[in-house]
């Protein structure tokens, strides 16, 4: 019982910057870490950036440098602000959550994705 809403996904020209955002609502007991994935047509899913609750963070090679992942634990959310964007970067873009429910159950959950387009 939880939705996780992506919001900031757009087109931009190579260079440019986008913020996305994920606002996680529902019942649960607490988010344990959060990632943003992106997959584009034919490909599979990838892992962009993660964050601990703890605030320990894991980026992909491609992307590091110029995304910067960040989480406010007192509202459930998590950003990804992405600069220097590039064409190989166009994707939808997933926010994910590792959800504690109760004592017994944790879970991986799924945003809808929101589409990231850049061009050249």
């Known amino acids: 019982q939880v939705q996780l809403v992506e919001s900031g996904g757009g087109l931009v020209q190579a260079g440019g910057s986008l913020r996305l955002s994920c606002s996680a609502s529902?019942?649960?007991?607490?988010?344990?870490?959060m990632g943003w994935y992106r997959q584009a047509p034919g490909k599979q899913r990838d892992l962009v950036a993660s964050?601990?609750?703890?605030?320990?963070?894991n980026y992909a090679e491609s992307v590091k440098g110029r995304f910067t992942i960040s989480r406010d634990n007192t509202k459930n959310t998590v950003a990804l602000q992405m600069n220097v964007l590039k064409p190989e970067d166009t994707a939808v873009y997933y926010c994910?959550?590792?959800?504690?429910?109760?004592?017994?159950?944790?879970?991986?959950?799924w945003g809808q994705g929101t589409l990231v387009t850049v061009s050249s």
């Open positions: 964050i601990t609750r703890g605030g320990s963070i």
């Open positions: 994910n959550a590792n959800v504690k429910f109760n004592t017994f159950t944790t879970l991986d959950r």
């Open positions: 529902g019942s649960f007991l607490s988010l344990n870490t």
